[in-house]
């Protein structure tokens, strides 16, 4: 059995008639048939019945014939992506955080790299809140970063994840903790402006939590701002202040252990993540074909 010998399958199940489907298919009626009859031998079963007047599917034709369907289809997307993967070569390059490499890309560059053996990737970590300067001086083709609340309109964005942005104390008893624990967080008069806050130096999440002060009417006490939210957990996770990051980064870095969440009476809004790049540079294929792997494998596992 062959992948030949489903298509002629399908098509007689589909016309219900053998000159129809020889027409249809450019082949004798009688090399159809016989296609047909030795899919039969093969299984065991009638798959169709004929009679002088017409044909149609047995109970086993119809099994049969979804499975058919899904094996052509499954047959035709993967030679599709492979001579597609295999024509392209060069370079994308991209920009993320540290986090990023391993929790959004790995994934992605783990297809990207089977469907497309001759495109090579070059990765550059560094601080996600610099990835849209970048892109925008034509630095990089793509980068992961959080979605700004104004998109530039010379930029394209692919929502990945969303992740819920946290405020965080160290876990272990010291003064910055017993400082939070002494009032009630969760309450709307509770004192955030005497906490040593460790904040993003700047980007999305830095003016979400601008924002967030302004509206709670919070002047802050900026112990320090930092570069990535890694930063900001490690040294949450040291005792030296509070902060905020996104729930990912805690979860997915090494002092996860190390910090515990303050509630709130209003929370961030969430940070949608995703890959950012010029709409201009989505028309190179290479760049346009990592973007939709990127696509298709987020959209399973959403
Ligand atoms: C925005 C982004 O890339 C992350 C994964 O959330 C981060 O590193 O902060």
Same mark, same amino acid.
């Given at each position: 059995?062959?992948?030949?010998?489903?298509?002629?399958?399908?098509?007689?199940?589909? $016309?219900?008639?053998? &000159?129809? &489907?020889?027409?249809?298919?450019?082949?004798?009626? &009688?090399?159809?048939?016989?296609?047909?009859?030795?899919?039969? /031998?093969?299984?065991?079963?009638?798959?169709?019945?004929?009679?002088?007047?017409?044909?149609?599917? $047995?109970?086993?034709?119809?099994?049969?014939?979804? @499975?058919?369907?899904?094996?052509? /289809?499954?047959?035709?997307?993967?030679?599709?992506?492979?001579?597609?993967?295999?024509?392209?070569?060069?370079?994308?390059?991209? @920009?993320?955080?540290? $986090?990023?490499? @391993? &929790?959004?890309?790995?994934?992605?560059?783990?297809?990207?790299?089977?469907?497309?053996?001759?495109?090579?990737?070059?990765?550059?970590?560094?601080?996600?809140?610099?990835?849209?300067?970048?892109?925008?001086?034509?630095? @990089?083709?793509?980068?992961?970063?959080?979605?700004?609340?104004?998109?530039?309109?010379?930029?394209?964005?692919?929502?990945?994840? /969303?992740?819920?942005?946290?405020?965080?104390?160290?876990?272990?008893?010291?003064?910055?903790?017993?400082?939070?624990?002494?009032?009630?967080?969760?309450?709307?008069?509770?004192?955030?402006?005497?906490?040593?806050?460790?904040?993003?130096?700047?980007?999305?999440?830095?003016?979400?939590?601008?924002?967030?002060?302004?509206?709670?009417?919070?002047?802050?006490?900026?112990?320090?701002?930092?570069?990535?939210?890694?930063?900001?957990?490690?040294?949450?996770?040291?005792?030296?202040?509070?902060?905020?990051?996104?729930?990912?980064?805690?979860?997915?870095?090494?002092?996860?252990?190390?910090?515990?969440?303050?509630?709130?009476?209003?929370?961030?809004?969430?940070?949608?993540?995703?890959?950012?790049?010029?709409?201009?540079?989505?028309?190179?294929?290479?760049?346009?074909?990592?973007?939709?792997?990127?696509?298709?494998?987020?959209?399973?596992?959403?």
């Amino acid at each position: 059995m062959d992948i030949k010998t489903l298509q002629v399958f399908l098509s007689v199940s589909d $016309t219900l008639s053998f &000159s129809r &489907s020889s027409e249809q298919l450019h082949m004798s009626v &009688s090399a159809v048939s016989r296609s047909v009859q030795r899919l039969e /031998e093969e299984l065991g079963r009638l798959l169709l019945e004929r009679d002088n007047r017409r044909v149609r599917l $047995t109970p086993a034709g119809r099994d049969f014939r979804s @499975y058919a369907q899904r094996a052509v /289809e499954d047959w035709l997307r993967t030679r599709r992506q492979l001579t597609d993967g295999a024509q392209l070569s060069g370079e994308v390059s991209l @920009y993320c955080s540290v $986090t990023a490499t @391993y &929790s959004i890309l790995s994934p992605i560059l783990e297809s990207f790299r089977s469907s497309h053996p001759g495109v090579e990737i070059l990765l550059h970590t560094g601080d996600p809140a610099d990835g849209i300067e970048k892109l925008l001086v034509g630095q @990089y083709d793509v980068a992961v970063t959080g979605r700004p609340a104004q998109l530039n309109p010379r930029l394209a964005f692919l929502p990945l994840q /969303e992740s819920a942005m946290v405020f965080c104390m160290p876990a272990a008893d010291c003064a910055v903790r017993r400082q939070v624990l002494e009032g009630d967080s969760s309450a709307r008069e509770f004192d955030w402006g005497s906490l040593p806050f460790i904040v993003p130096e700047r980007g999305v999440t830095r003016d979400m939590l601008d924002l967030w002060f302004e509206s709670c009417a919070i002047k802050p006490r900026i112990y320090a701002q930092v570069a990535g939210h890694e930063a900001i957990v490690a040294m949450v996770g040291l005792g030296l202040g509070v902060g905020i990051a996104p729930e990912l980064v805690i979860r997915a870095g090494g002092m996860a252990e190390r910090v515990s969440q303050i509630p709130v009476w209003e929370s961030l809004p969430a940070l949608s993540i995703g890959l950012c790049a010029p709409r201009k540079t989505l028309m190179d294929p290479l760049v346009k074909s990592f973007w939709d792997v990127a696509a298709s494998t987020f959209a399973r596992t959403v």
